[in-house]
T-cell receptor
Framework: SQTIHQWPATLVQPVGSPLSLECTVEGTSNPNLYWYRQAAGRGLQLLFYSVGIGQISSEVPQNLSASRPQDRQFILSSKKLLLSDSGFYLC?????????????FGSGTQLSVL | GDSVTQMEGPVTLSEEAFLTINCTYTATGYPSLFWYVQYPGEGLQLLLKATKADDKGSNKGFEATYRKETTSFHLEKGSVQVSDSAVYFCALSDRDTDKLIFGTGTRLQVFP
C-alpha cells in the first residue's frame, strides 16, 4: 500500500535561518507531488507541484523553493526564513496522469518562525 | 489563472437544517471538481468529486452537481448533524497542468 511521510511534525526556527522540509512517498511510482500551506483565514494555498523528477512548478513567488531529486522525494526549502513563512505545511501526492484521483496528504509540519 | 471561490464562514446551523455551501470556479479548460473536508484535529479527506459537466458527486448525505453553465459546484445536505461540523474545501484539478487548487475553506458549525 502507498504511504506518505512528512517530517518534522513541528519546527521552530529563527528569522533568517534556512529551512528544509522533506516528504517521501512509498508504494507508488511517478506520483504527482504537491506542497501546500494552510493558514487561518487563507485556506489551503498551493505552493509548488511536480509531475516528475526535476520538474517543479511554482504557484506563488515567495521566499521558498522546492526540489524533487528523486521520483518519490519532494523537498521544500528556504535560504532565509521570514516571519511570514510561519504556517502549517502539507505535502500531498496522487497518481500521475490521473487527474480525477484524490490527493493523499501527509501529516503536516507546523512551522513557527520567531 | 485557475481559481476557486467559496462563501465565507462560519456557517452556523441547527441540527437537521438544510446546508448549502457555495463554490464557484474559474478555469480555462474543463477541470475536475472536488469537495474535501477537515474535521477538528484531523487531516483533509476527500468528501466527493465530479469529473464532467452535470455529474453529481455524493457521499455521507452530501451532494454537489458540476454546473458548467454557472461554473459552480455547490455543496448541499438536506439535514445536517452535529458531527458534520468541520471545514469544507472546494477544489479543482486542472487537466492541462495537473495542479490542484483549493478554495479558502468554509467552516461549518452545527449546534444541537
Amino acid at each position: 500500500s502507498q504511504t506518505i511521510h512528512q517530517w518534522p511534525a513541528t519546527l521552530v526556527q529563527p528569522v533568517g535561518s534556512p529551512l528544509s522540509l522533506e516528504c517521501t512517498v512509498e508504494g507508488t511510482s511517478n506520483p504527482n507531488l504537491y506542497w501546500y500551506r494552510q493558514a487561518a483565514g487563507r485556506g489551503l494555498q498551493l505552493l509548488f507541484y511536480s509531475v516528475g523528477i526535476g520538474q517543479i512548478s511554482s504557484e506563488v513567488p515567495q521566499n521558498l523553493s522546492a526540489s524533487r531529486p528523486q521520483d518519490r522525494q519532494f523537498i521544500l526549502s528556504s535560504k532565509k526564513l521570514l516571519l511570514s513563512d510561519s504556517g502549517f505545511y502539507l505535502c500531498a501526492w496522487r497518481p500521475g496522469q490521473s487527474l480525477n484521483e484524490k490527493l493523499f496528504f501527509g501529516s503536516g509540519t507546523q512551522l513557527s518562525v520567531l | 489563472g485557475d481559481s476557486v471561490t467559496q462563501m465565507e464562514g462560519p456557517v452556523t446551523l441547527s441540527e437537521e437544517a438544510f446546508l448549502t455551501i457555495n463554490c464557484t470556479y474559474t478555469a480555462t479548460g474543463y477541470p475536475s471538481l472536488f469537495w474535501y473536508v477537515q474535521y477538528p484535529g484531523e487531516g483533509l479527506q476527500l468528501l466527493l468529486k465530479a469529473t464532467k459537466a452535470d455529474d453529481k458527486g455524493s457521499n455521507k448525505g452530501f451532494e454537489a452537481t458540476y454546473r458548467k453553465e454557472t461554473t459552480s459546484f455547490h455543496l448541499e445536505k438536506g439535514s445536517v448533524q452535529v458531527s458534520d461540523s468541520a471545514v469544507y474545501f472546494c477544489a479543482l484539478s486542472d487537466r492541462d497542468t495537473d495542479k490542484l487548487i483549493f478554495g479558502t475553506g468554509t467552516r461549518l458549525q452545527v449546534f444541537p
